[in-house]
């Protein structure tokens, strides 16, 4: 039988990445501020802003610390409130919490993205909101800014899965105030750890910065208006959340392989989904119009399964050597809201739920072939057909 393809393993890191980490493993130089200029990290924000097109970049230990700067730049009072999808990963929620903040579940759809009708009729009770394009999926960012910007709430997007994704032409992670990402080893871009937010808002990245742990006057080190940086000096906590020059070094030769990244991992994902769409069991739901994507897994929903046999098809797929995660059915899900027992009570989200139940996730890397595609696609065509036909016990 074909062998099904390691779907786990990440791409080598360029061998551009080698001199220059040797180089730093002789200097010894891994801190970011040591340098006088040019340091791995400062060098990584510059790029990283220009190939966004933004003014500002502030490199960080993860996206979770990305968001958690983000909101304590928002300056907003302890226990605000703050709106976030209620299909993202546990770090989110998280960020909020460790910001001191609380944050509010909304609704989302069978399509994985913010239903809009429960976003509306909760944004009054919101003092900021967080979108998470919780697997890369783009929720209606021209509604949310219409809706945001007429009430004068701050958007933080939370981009970690989203790097390469583009919005009516428009960067994902450019469109709120504040855009975070991630460089941890199953993003787009793989330092193991790391992440990065952008923003055109000169007194918002002060703040950040100065939050991230530019202590004394480190914070010259970046290219960011004195006045803004002067204006928060010795005002702000440090909460030394840096990034070592080290992922600098191992993250900036893989900005070059993102454009192939995108080209071939959308390529890989529309050839499974094709298939995925012709069986009557499951479903990838069609991208908002307007949204361009850039994945590195699939998502997709059973279709017409019992309970039963929705087991039986993550239990047939993994005997075909395939694991499938039903976001809702494996224990301890992370991406579930309702293990998020540090919130308190679970919220009623019957939406939200619902989608969770019957939702799958395979991971679909860009560097799979078509052939690699094909056995992945007709596996979960099997495991569904083996799961529809077998009888009740
Ligand atoms: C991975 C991920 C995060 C967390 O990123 P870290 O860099 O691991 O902190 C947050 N949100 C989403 C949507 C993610 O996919």
Redesign the pocket.
């Known amino acids: 039988m074909t062998q099904i393809p390691n779907v786990y393993d990440a791409e080598p890191i360029p061998a551009a990445a080698l001199d220059e980490v040797m180089k730093l493993l002789t200097s010894a130089d891994l801190f970011r501020y040591t340098a006088a200029e040019n340091a791995p990290v400062s060098l990584l924000e510059q790029e990283f802003a220009a190939m966004m097109g933004t003014k500002y970049a502030l490199a960080v230990?993860?996206?979770?610390?990305?968001?958690f700067l983000s909101l304590k730049a928002l300056d907003l009072p302890r226990g605000a409130r703050v709106l976030i999808p209620a299909f993202?990963?546990a770090?989110?929620p998280s960020?909020v919490v460790h910001a001191d903040l609380v944050p509010l579940l909304v609704e989302c759809g069978e399509n994985y993205r913010i239903n809009m009708d429960d976003f509306a009729a909760k944004l009054p009770q919101a003092d900021a909101v967080l979108i998470?394009?919780?697997?890369?999926h783009t929720s209606d960012m021209d509604a949310i800014m219409t809706l945001c910007d007429a009430a004068g709430i701050p958007v933080i997007e939370?981009?970690?899965?989203?790097l390469g994704t583009t919005w009516n032409g428009r960067k994902i992670g450019t469109i709120g105030r504040i855009g975070?990402?991630?460089?941890?080893s199953?993003?787009m871009i793989n330092a193991g750890?790391?992440?990065i937010l952008v923003t055109d808002d000169a007194d918002l990245v002060a703040r950040a910065i100065i939050m991230s742990g530019a202590y004394e006057h480190t914070w010259m080190k970046h290219a960011v208006p004195q006045k803004a940086m002067q204006h928060w000096q010795n005002k702000l906590p440090l909460y030394n959340l840096r990034l070592s020059n080290l992922s600098a070094a191992i993250i900036r030769p893989q900005l070059d392989e993102l454009p192939r990244r995108v080209r071939d991992g959308l390529r890989n994902h529309d050839h499974v989904a094709a298939q995925l769409n012709r069986s009557p069991y499951l479903d990838v739901p069609a991208p908002l119009s307007g949204e361009a994507r850039a994945p590195d897994s699939i998502q997709f929903n059973l279709v017409n399964m019992t309970d039963a046999q929705t087991q039986t098809f993550a239990a047939q797929a993994a005997d075909l050597g395939l694991k499938v995660q039903i976001f809702g059915q494996s224990s301890d899900n992370a991406r579930a809201f309702w293990n998020w027992e540090f919130l308190g009570e679970a919220p009623k989200l019957p939406m939200t739920r619902s989608m969770l139940m019957r939702a799958c996730d395979v991971r679909l890397p860009a560097r799979l072939t078509l052939e690699d595609c094909d056995v992945i696609a007709q596996t979960l065509v099997a495991a569904a057909q083996n799961a529809t036909s077998q009888k009740a016990a």
């Not at 998470?132 to 890369?136: E, K, L, Q, W």
């Not at 975070?180 to 941890?184: D, G, M």
């Open positions: 230990s993860s996206c979770s610390a990305a968001l993202t990963f770090a989110v960020s998470s394009h919780m697997r890369g939370d981009a970690a899965h989203s975070c990402f991630s460089f941890q199953y993003k750890e790391g992440g």
